[in-house]
């Protein structure tokens, strides 16, 4: 089992930055690919960002992409969401998700564990 807390949410206004985090604990973090994903209320789950085991290997959504940055720190035990240039759209419950196989990163129902989700709110 792999517990993931996360925080770091909050109000920001438009254009402002926030850092998400993720803590892990349990089983060996650097065994799990990472991710994160969000959802908007009405909306589905959706991709954000994903890195990989070592953390040499990161990918995005195309509506994050070049705004968000994840990383991890393995000796932490923990992954990050930087967000910067952030819109009103980006309001969602954010959650992070751990990955044991190699499936393809930005479908969830491949992660096999989550955090309880942090809320992002952007006000315009």
């Known amino acids: 089992q792999v517990q993931l807390v996360d925080t770091g949410g909050g109000l920001v206004q438009a254009g402002g930055s926030l850092r998400l985090s993720c803590a892990a604990s349990g089983r060996t973090f650097s065994n799990y690919a990472m991710g994160w994903f969000r959802q908007a209320p009405g909306k589905e789950r959706e991709f954000v960002a994903a890195?990989?085991?070592?953390?040499?290997?990161?990918y995005y959504a195309d509506s994050v992409k070049g705004r968000f940055t994840i990383s991890r720190d393995n000796a932490q035990n923990t992954v990050y969401l930087q967000m910067s240039s952030l819109r009103p759209e980006d309001t969602a419950v954010y959650y992070c998700?751990?990955?044991?196989?190699?499936?393809?990163?930005?479908?969830?129902?491949?992660?096999?564990?989550w955090g309880q989700g942090t809320q992002v709110t952007v006000s315009s």
């Open positions: 890195i990989s085991r070592i953390g040499g290997n990161t």
């Open positions: 998700a751990a990955r044991g196989n190699t499936g393809t990163y930005y479908r969830g129902d491949n992660y096999d564990y």
